[in-house]
């Protein structure tokens, strides 16, 4: 079975909202075996509305639409599918109750304009709506299913998990195949290095398929099966894998949700250790990710961001002729950072960076994305030096992933 998705908001095209509502419904409808092929996002507007239905009714036999049910006048969902499907709208008076309930228990009366919400076309199977106000619904038309679910994701998802999934799992037909996918995230490598690594495979693969998505500090592998049960899916997926492992194993640091710092804090809680940061150029960025993890105070003992000269003198102690002779962006004040901040805190692990992130400051010899990173790590100095390309964004972000990055190897490494 195939299905489609349609986002609806003004300010979805506008960009001032991010839809991460079809991100969600493809994983789902991917969990329980349908293709989705198409995405469309329309703006508040009824006819081009009901024109995208039209284009999604004739190839998909699911159209989900999310959006568009508040009671404002620019929240046209509603009416945009009462008028394509030729279902009129029906007064609903148990919603409209189930509306007030939820004013009155925030101690408001409900808004005139909410009345509009409890009406729903005829024949609509109701999704109760738990977490707001706007119900969803489920309408057969000529052969094909039509949802209908809010776009604030935490009143769909609760809709798409209990009621609609429920729904088409009964359907006949619906569970023909299971799709399942497993992502690999990849860091410390262009993205054309990873191409030419595992090429032949991406090109030769079609059950399972590969999937290369490149962000901004690492790089996604999804490997997505297709098979009549997921034991068979998950075996397809390991096969694969392993394959990949093979060729990029030591640049793979985390699969699925995880995260990279979730994968550091893993290695310190488990041997005990505690750490400390000294940051110049990314002032802050990796204290922020290192304590981005639930139960960090256990191994993050504190950071210290010296932006100056004067800071890192004054603060942490880095010998001033260090800075007059090689410079405060050199392996020598990294050093200098790291030893002393993890002295400082009386940690066990010093990481530092110092670089320059731009746009200015930049020279012949130090050119602006220029980094050193040092770890002082069981009185072992590592030393790292990048020359990272684009925005001071970018150089910055990358700076502190390669400074988690060769913190989780030496962890790993170590045990």
Do not use: W
């Not at 397809?236 to 194993?249: A, D, P, S, V």
């Not at 400390?276 to 003992?301: D, H, K, Q, W």
């Amino acid at each position: 079975m195939k299905a489609e998705v349609i986002t609806v908001g003004t300010e979805l095209l506008l960009g001032q909202i991010i839809d991460t509502n079809s991100v969600y419904l493809s994983r789902k409808l991917a969990e329980i075996g349908i293709d989705l092929f198409f995405k469309t996002t329309v703006g508040d507007n009824i006819e081009r509305l009901k024109k995208a239905m039209e284009i999604a009714e004739s190839r998909a036999d699911i159209i989900i639409l999310t959006g568009g049910l508040g009671p404002t006048v620019d929240d046209i969902t509603r009416q945009a599918v009462s008028e394509f499907t030729g279902k009129k709208l029906i007064f609903n008076n148990d919603i409209l109750l189930r509306i007030n309930e939820f004013f009155k228990n925030r101690n408001i009366e409900m808004p005139e304009c909410n009345k509009i919400q409890a009406f729903l076309p005829d024949s609509a199977l109701i999704i109760e709506n738990k977490v707001g106000t706007a119900p969803g619904f489920i309408l057969e038309h000529n052969s094909k299913i039509i949802i209908v679910m809010p776009g604030v994701p935490a009143e769909m998802h609760p809709m798409m998990e209990n009621v609609v999934i429920p729904f088409l799992l009964k359907k006949e037909g619906y569970l023909k195949n299971v799709i399942k996918y497993k992502i690999l995230k990849v860091t410390g490598l262009p993205e054309s290095e990873v191409n030419d690594r595992i090429k032949d495979i991406f090109e030769n693969s079609n059950n399972p398929s590969i999937g290369v998505l490149a962000h901004q500090t690492e790089i996604d592998i999804r490997i997505t099966a297709k098979a009549e049960d997921e034991k068979k899916a998950d075996e397809m997926i390991e096969k694969m894998k392993k394959e990949i492992y093979n060729r990029l194993g030591e640049n793979i640091f985390a699969e699925d949700d995880e995260i990279l710092e979730g994968k550091v804090a893993e290695l310190l809680l488990k041997n005990n250790l505690k750490i400390s940061v000294a940051e110049s150029c990314t002032a802050g960025l990796l204290s922020f990710r290192l304590t981005n993890i639930p139960g960090s105070s256990r191994y993050f003992m504190g950071g210290v961001n010296v932006y100056s000269n004067y800071a890192k003198t004054e603060i942490l102690g880095v010998n001033k002729d260090t800075l007059e002779r090689y410079g405060a962006v050199s392996e020598q004040c990294a050093k200098e950072l790291a030893i002393n901040c993890r002295k400082k805190f009386k940690a066990d692990i010093g990481v530092s960076i110092t670089g320059i992130a731009g746009p200015e400051g930049g020279t012949k010899e130090k050119p602006v994305g220029l980094v050193f990173s040092c770890i002082d790590f069981k009185e072992n100095i590592y030393s790292f030096k990048y020359n990272f390309s684009g925005n001071r964004e970018v150089i910055r972000a990358r700076a502190v992933q390669m400074a988690l990055f060769n913190l989780y190897k030496l962890l790993k490494g170590s045990n």
